[in-house]
C-alpha cells in the first residue's frame, strides 16, 4: 500500500500538476483512512479493503468531529486515489463513488460592506507614511490585491515579479491549475508600487512578490494572522483572507456587472459558484431596505 501511495503522490505532483497544498491535503486525508483501516483489522491495510463497508464506517467516523464540507472533502481524497488505483488497474471499480458524502448546510459568502472592506485594507497605513515599516507596507498591498483584485490567499503569496503588470496582474495555476488575467485597478497598482519600493528592504530570496521579514515568500498563514490583527486595528468584525474576494465579487455584482464577467474575474469553473453572490447581493439589499423607516408597520 505504501508503493501505492507513493505512486499516488507522484501522480498528483506530475499528471495533475497538483499544488503543494492540494498533494499534501490529499495524502494526509488518505493516511487518516489507512490508519483507520489498520485499526480496524489491527494489520497492514490492504487494497482489498477499500469495501463500500469500510468506507461507510470510516466516513460514520467522521461525524462527531468534523462538518459536512470537511467529510465530502476526505471522501474526494479517497475517490482521487481509488480513481488513479482503477486507471492502474490496480482495482476494477471504484467504489467510493458509490458512497454519497453528507449534505451540508448550504451557507452564503460571508463579505464586508464597502465601508468594512476600506477600513480593513486602510488599516495598515493609518499612521503617517513616513513612519510606517516595510511590512506594514507590504500588508496594505496584500489587502489591496485580495480585495481589489479579488484573489484567493494562495494566488496573491505565490505572486511573482513577472506576473505584474501596468495595469493587471496574471494569476498562474490557480485553482484548477488554470491561469488568468485579472485587472489591476488604480488603488491596488499604487499599493502594490509603493511596496515594490520597499522590498529589498527585506533582502529576497527568490522573485515573490510579497516577502515575509526574512526575505522569503510569505505563507498563507501568516496572511491570516495579519488580516486579524490589522481587522482588529480598523474596528472590523471578525473575518477572514477569503471574505475580500467574496466581498470584490459581491460589489462588483451591487456596482451592475454580470454574473459571467465575475465568473472570469474569480476563475470559476461554473457559473453555479459565481451566482451565489447574487442571492448574497439580494440579502444585502434587502438587509439595507429593512432600515429604511417606511419598511417598516407596514400593514
Partial sequence: MDELVDRFRS??????????????????????????????????????????????????????????????????????????????????????????PPKGKKSLPTFLTP??????????????????????????????????????????????????????????????????????????????????ERRLELAPSDSAVFLNYRGGRVSVRSVRRFVDRHAIAGGVPDTHPHALRHSYATHLLGSGADLRSIQELLGHSSIKTTARYAHVDLQYLQGQYEKHPHAKGKK
Fill in 115 to 196: 465601508e468594512q472592506a476600506t477600513a480593513l485594507v486602510e488599516a495598515p497605513t493609518a499612521k503617517r507614511r513616513d513612519a510606517l515599516r516595510a511590512l506594514a507596507i507590504r500588508d496594505a498591498a496584500i489587502l489591496e490585491v485580495l480585495y481589489g483584485c479579488g484573489l484567493r490567499v494562495s494566488e496573491c503569496v505565490n505572486l511573482d515579479l513577472g506576473d505584474l503588470e501596468s495595469n493587471e496582474l496574471r494569476v498562474r495555476r490557480g485553482k484548477g491549475g488554470k491561469d488568468r488575467i485579472v485587472p489591476l485597478g488604480r488603488k491596488a497598482r499604487e499599493a502594490l508600487d509603493a511596496w515594490l
Fill in 11 to 100: 501522480h498528483l505532483e506530475a499528471e495533475k500538476r497538483a499544488s503543494p497544498h492540494t498533494v499534501r491535503a490529499y495524502l494526509q486525508n488518505l493516511q487518516e483512512l489507512l490508519a483507520f483501516i489498520a485499526l480496524k483489522r489491527e494489520r497492514a491495510p490492504e487494497v482489498a479493503d477499500l469495501d463500500i463497508p469500510m468506507l461507510r464506517s470510516y466516513l460514520a467516523s467522521l461525524f462527531q468531529q468534523n462538518e459536512a464540507v470537511t467529510i465530502a472533502r476526505k471522501l474526494s481524497a479517497v475517490r482521487g486515489f481509488m480513481r488513479f488505483l482503477k486507471r492502474e488497474k490496480v482495482i476494477d471499480e471504484n467504489v467510493a463513488m458509490l458512497v454519497r
